[in-house]
């Protein structure tokens, strides 16, 4: 069980869209629909922004959105605020209920 | 609403066990289908899951971690505790404990949906 690979860092000016990939395995985001994404300010624990692909939890902005193809998912942050500077992990179902995270997207916004 | 919250010895010595309790409150933890996990994170490193916990007791850990891990539930305390034997300077992190909901609920389903502030635990002598 490897971790999903995600881009070190990604960066955008305000107003501007942005896009986080996370790449698995057939055994994990490409085998099942359980993908999540987590917003994590410095200091602070996870935020739940997107599950089930592109699911958006109650109180989340529409700004994000979720999306999958083959082994690969993204994130999509539209209209970009400087409140949404943050690190973002992708995470998987990895069958056998077990659990894969990615290794973390710092986003800058410039 | 719920809330989650982390205890236990912020400096463990190497070889010995890391022992850490989450308290769930404004709900019972037996209520509804959640799963209740734990996760940590290294100091500027990314997430790893270690395992979680049905009400009933059955459990799931990380392949990695399983050898070392057990996590148990105590119902009538509204609490759930992990258990991490024969430590090293690896295992030092913050440790989050967290909330799934199964798919039959109707919250965000099998993703970690409320989470604890964290603890941060040191594994030195």
């Known amino acids: 069980q490897s971790a999903l690979t995600q881009p070190a860092s990604v960066s955008g000016s305000p107003g501007q869209s942005i896009t986080i990939s996370c790449t698995g395995t057939?055994?994990?985001?490409?085998?099942?629909?359980?993908v999540s994404w987590y917003q994590q300010h410095p200091g602070k624990a996870p935020k739940l922004m997107i599950y089930?692909?592109?699911k958006r939890p109650s109180g989340v902005s529409n700004r994000f959105s979720g999306s999958k193809s083959g082994n690969t998912a993204s994130l999509t942050i539209s209209g970009l605020q400087a409140e949404d500077e943050a690190d973002y992990y992708c995470?998987?179902?990895?069958?056998?209920?077990?659990?894969?995270f990615g290794g973390g997207t710092k986003l800058t916004v410039l | 609403q719920v809330q989650l919250q982390e205890s236990g010895p912020g400096l463990v010595k190497p070889s010995q066990t890391l022992s850490l309790t989450c308290t769930v409150s404004?709900?019972?933890?037996?209520?509804?289908?959640?799963?209740w996990s734990w996760i940590r994170q290294p100091a500027g490193k990314g997430l790893e899951w270690i395992g979680r916990?049905?009400?009933?007791?059955?459990?799931n850990y990380n392949p990695s971690l399983k050898s070392r891990v057990t996590i148990s539930v105590d119902t009538s305390k509204n609490q759930f505790s992990l258990k991490l034997s024969s430590v090293t300077a690896a295992d030092t992190a913050v440790y989050y404990c967290?909330?799934?909901?199964?798919?039959?609920?109707?919250?965000?389903?099998?993703?970690?949906?409320?989470w604890g502030q964290g603890t941060m635990v040191t594994v030195s002598s």
């Open positions: 967290a909330r799934v909901p199964g798919r039959e609920m109707a919250s965000p389903a099998d993703a970690f949906d409320i």
């Open positions: 404004g709900g019972s933890i037996s209520s509804g289908s959640y799963y």
């Open positions: 916990i049905y009400t009933s007791g059955s459990t």
């Open positions: 057939s055994s994990d985001v490409g085998g099942y629909n359980y």
């Open positions: 089930d692909v592109s």
């Open positions: 995470c998987s179902y990895a069958g056998s209920s077990t659990w894969v």
